[in-house]
């Protein structure tokens, strides 16, 4: 049985990474853990959210922690609630399948609980993809904390067309790496070349190991690589272009920056220069050292091989979900809802469970 677009049925997905906010990094910084029983409670407002918004289908991934079926399966909605199986292995690629599937089954909107890294992998297989991003993760900048029942009415408007996506999103920036002899790659906010690292480490990076980076978004308000850049000259999302900042090691000559590099944990970097980007300018890097897409450790770089790096805003789709709701309130769209009470009540009735189907 495969997944397939219907017109008379609206749809939303809602990818909930199991794992983001428990990684490793809580104890090394300061940061909150993300338990599956708050994600479970987030996915069903999400859910409650898009169906009052005029969503009819709501697709959600089956995983072994059972996050979003557990917080599906006891709702009473006029929705068909539907469970992916994926083959689910508790890994990056679930999330890259997941997307696929929900691609696949014509959502027009999916709405993410996961952090930077999970938006990555989306946008990876998905160019396009339109997004609600909320914050799970760690260092997040991608994902914005937006309360997931009025994300979940966004993503419900948008496909149910009582606003359209080109009214209400905007493609966000992102940049792109060129290496040689090896396969492109790309992150939504940060690229970032260190020494003396190594592929895969979770850890907070050590500011002393740091050489270049090349920032799509410079926030000061931020976490991690980006408020790096965003202390020295702030570069927002809304802005053409990007900011690369050149550093050095503990003791160089430069200026000391102290910065946010993750929550609770301040570092100094030695900051050797920084100037603003163009859209299309490439910034070249030379090995050895890693690249660092979005905060992990991904690519290495071997003595004397290069990357380009550049930024452009060919990245998703970003749902603004203020602009959406104000729309939907000058057009009325939740005016005269007769029924919705008796019809949405999730403490009687019957609760049929969500339908599990393949991804493909």
């Known amino acids: 049985m495969s997944v397939s677009h219907s017109p008379e049925k609206p749809c939303v997905g809602i990818l909930a990474n199991p794992l983001s906010g428990r990684d490793v990094r809580r104890v090394a910084a300061r940061a909150d853990t993300s338990t599956p029983q708050s994600k479970r409670n987030q996915v069903a407002r999400i859910a409650?959210?898009?169906?009052?918004?005029?969503?009819?289908?709501?697709?959600?991934?089956?995983?072994?922690?059972?996050v979003s079926i557990s917080a599906i399966e006891n709702l009473v909605l006029d929705a068909e609630l539907v469970a992916l199986d994926v083959g689910a292995r508790l890994d990056a690629g679930d999330t890259v399948r997941a997307a696929e599937a929900m691609r696949k089954a014509g959502c027009a909107a999916i709405v993410v609980l996961g952090g930077d890294g999970t938006n990555r992998a989306i946008a990876r297989v998905?160019?396009?993809?339109?997004?609600?991003?909320?914050?799970?993760?760690?260092?997040?900048?991608?994902?914005?904390?937006?309360?997931?029942?009025?994300?979940?009415?966004?993503?419900?408007?948008?496909?149910?067309?009582?606003?359209?996506?080109?009214?209400?999103?905007?493609?966000?920036?992102?940049?792109?790496?060129?290496?040689?002899?090896?396969?492109?790659?790309?992150?939504?906010?940060?690229?970032?070349?260190?020494?003396?690292?190594?592929?895969?480490?979770?850890m907070p990076f050590e500011p002393e190991k740091l050489r270049t980076l090349v920032l799509a978004r410079a926030e000061p308000t931020a976490l991690g690589m980006s408020p790096i850049g965003g202390l020295l000259q702030p570069v927002g999302a809304a802005d053409d272009g990007g900011l690369t900042v050149r550093c050095g090691a503990a003791g160089d000559s430069g200026r000391e920056l102290l910065a946010p590099v993750s929550a609770?944990?301040?570092?100094?970097?030695?900051?050797?220069?920084?100037?603003?980007?163009?859209?299309?300018?490439?910034?070249?890097?030379?090995?050895?050292?890693?690249?660092?897409?979005?905060?992990?450790?991904?690519?290495?770089?071997?003595p004397g091989q290069r990357a380009r790096v550049s930024i452009e805003r060919d990245g998703p789709f970003v749902i603004d979900v203020e602009r959406a709701l104000q729309l939907a309130a000058e057009r009325g769209s939740f005016l005269d809802r007769k029924g919705w009470r008796d019809a949405y009540d999730v403490r009687s009735g019957p609760r049929p469970p969500p339908r599990i189907a393949p991804s493909s």
């Open 126 to 202: 998905w160019r396009d993809a339109p997004l609600v991003p909320l914050s799970t993760g760690t260092n997040n900048v991608f994902p914005r904390l937006v309360e997931p029942t009025t994300a979940g009415a966004a993503a419900g408007l948008v496909a149910s067309g009582a606003v359209r996506l080109d009214e209400v999103a905007r493609r966000a920036k992102c940049v792109r790496v060129q290496i040689d002899g090896e396969p492109d790659d790309f992150a939504l906010v940060d690229a970032a070349f260190l020494v003396d690292d190594h592929v895969g480490n979770l």
């Open 48 to 66: 409650i959210g898009a169906v009052a918004a005029g969503a009819k289908r709501v697709l959600v991934m089956r995983e072994p922690f059972r």
């Open 264 to 302: 609770g944990l301040y570092r100094t970097v030695n900051v050797q220069s920084f100037r603003r980007v163009a859209f299309g300018e490439a910034v070249e890097i030379r090995g050895p050292g890693v690249l660092a897409f979005d905060g992990d450790r991904e690519r290495k770089l071997g």
